[in-house]
């Protein structure tokens, strides 16, 4: 815990509802997405039997009113180490996962988006309270910083496989979420937004962009959601479809959907959902419109809290 001798200065309110609204966004903006293959949409509920698109939108609305605490826990602990940070916003992540429990009575929806739009809302808060600017390659080097020895302490060490991560990590190497987040969103930084930036450049529909990049991360992603229920044969198996999918041409015109509807069908047929690779696609998403805003004119009103311990009572 940081001293109470010192004042600690925290973003303005605005600040904070600004990035915390538009990682509300990206999660809504990825289950309306449609059609996605195996996974909640619009048009059913894929690969799932115990949610639905009510779930997810009830599951972002409960998480939305604790994104803001994160980027306010990241202007207060900019004092921190990044490799302290991590252990301060831990409450506020399990706070919101028994939020969002209790909005789907007991279904996950967005646990992995709880613990990856977590670490980049605290990274804009960091960044706001510093004065710096908040550009994507920022947001993955800090989340990358909080993270750092992750995969070791968590998957590697100690691990006698009692949840499923540890289990993928012994059986199939595969690090999921935290590997992803310790290595600062690689899959998303190098592949998706450059690939759905381009893609919108071009001129294509942002909504079809967007399938196209949810086949780049699956074809890329080692989904323990995937390897969980179909094993390594599910998940190459679906790795390979997205890449044929993609030398087919992908998704760019609405004449392409009907081949996603069939590997949607397949999916479900297979009781496949990609739910590692959504997750990446919110980041992607998220990362994609911070990118489109100019964050110094965001970060030039801040207020004082009462001192830095406050940050860790509220």
Same mark, same amino acid.
């Given at each position: 815990?940081m001293?109470?001798?010192?004042?600690q200065?925290?973003?303005?309110?605005?600040i904070?509802?600004?990035?915390?609204?538009?990682?509300?966004?990206a999660?809504?903006?990825?289950?309306n997405l449609?059609?996605?293959?195996?996974?909640?949409?619009?048009?059913?509920?894929?690969a799932?039997?115990?949610?639905?698109l009510?779930d997810?939108?009830?599951s @972002?609305?409960?998480?939305?009113?604790?994104?803001?605490?994160?980027v306010e826990?990241g202007?207060c602990s900019?004092?921190?180490?990044e490799?302290?940070?991590?252990?301060?916003?831990?409450?506020?992540?399990m706070?919101? *996962?028994a939020?969002?429990?209790r909005a789907?009575?007991?279904?996950?929806?967005?646990k992995?988006?709880?613990f990856?739009?977590?670490?980049?809302?605290?990274?804009?808060g960091?960044?706001?309270?510093?004065?710096?600017r908040?550009t994507?390659?920022a947001?993955c080097?800090?989340?990358?910083g909080f993270?750092e020895g992750?995969?070791?302490r968590?998957l590697?060490?100690?691990n006698?496989?009692?949840?499923a991560?540890q289990r993928?990590?012994?059986?199939?190497?595969?690090?999921g979420a935290?590997?992803?987040?310790?290595?600062?969103f690689?899959l998303?930084?190098d592949? @998706?937004l450059?690939?759905y930036?381009?893609?919108? @450049?071009?001129g294509?529909?942002p909504?079809?962009?967007?399938?196209?990049?949810l086949?780049?991360?699956?074809?890329?992603?080692?989904?323990?959601n995937?390897a969980?229920?179909?094993g390594?044969?599910?998940?190459?198996?679906?790795?390979?479809?997205?890449?044929?999918?993609?030398?087919?041409g992908?998704i760019?015109h609405?004449?392409d959907?009907p081949?996603?509807?069939?590997?949607?069908? @397949?999916?479900?047929a297979?009781?496949?959902?990609?739910g590692?690779?959504?997750?990446?696609?919110?980041?992607?998403?998220?990362?994609a *419109?911070?990118?489109t805003?100019?964050s110094?004119?965001?970060?030039?009103?801040?207020?004082?809290?009462?001192?830095?311990?406050?940050?860790f009572?509220r």
């Amino acid at each position: 815990m940081m001293s109470n001798t010192h004042e600690q200065e925290g973003i303005a309110p605005h600040i904070a509802a600004h990035y915390s609204d538009w990682a509300w966004r990206a999660m809504l903006a990825e289950v309306n997405l449609s059609p996605k293959p195996g996974l909640v949409d619009r048009y059913n509920s894929g690969a799932h039997r115990d949610m639905a698109l009510e779930d997810f939108y009830r599951s @972002a609305d409960a998480i939305r009113l604790w994104l803001p605490r994160f980027v306010e826990m990241g202007a207060c602990s900019a004092g921190l180490p990044e490799s302290a940070v991590l252990t301060a916003i831990r409450p506020i992540g399990m706070a919101c *996962e028994a939020a969002m429990f209790r909005a789907t009575y007991g279904v996950n929806t967005h646990k992995g988006s709880i613990f990856s739009l977590g670490l980049l809302c605290t990274a804009a808060g960091r960044l706001s309270q510093q004065k710096k600017r908040v550009t994507p390659e920022a947001l993955c080097r800090l989340a990358a910083g909080f993270c750092e020895g992750i995969v070791a302490r968590e998957l590697a060490q100690h691990n006698a496989g009692q949840t499923a991560g540890q289990r993928l990590y012994m059986q199939l190497g595969l690090t999921g979420a935290r590997g992803e987040a310790e290595a600062g969103f690689p899959l998303v930084r190098d592949h @998706a937004l450059p690939h759905y930036q381009a893609l919108k @450049a071009q001129g294509v529909d942002p909504e079809l962009a967007l399938l196209d990049t949810l086949l780049v991360l699956m074809a890329r992603n080692g989904d323990t959601n995937v390897a969980s229920r179909g094993g390594a044969d599910g998940l190459r198996w679906l790795q390979q479809r997205a890449i044929a999918l993609l030398r087919q041409g992908g998704i760019r015109h609405a004449g392409d959907l009907p081949a996603l509807a069939e590997f949607d069908k @397949a999916c479900i047929a297979r009781h496949l959902s990609p739910g590692g690779s959504a997750d990446l696609l919110i980041v992607t998403w998220f990362l994609a *419109e911070i990118s489109t805003v100019n964050s110094q004119t965001l970060s030039s009103t801040s207020f004082s809290w009462r001192n830095s311990d406050d940050c860790f009572k509220r």
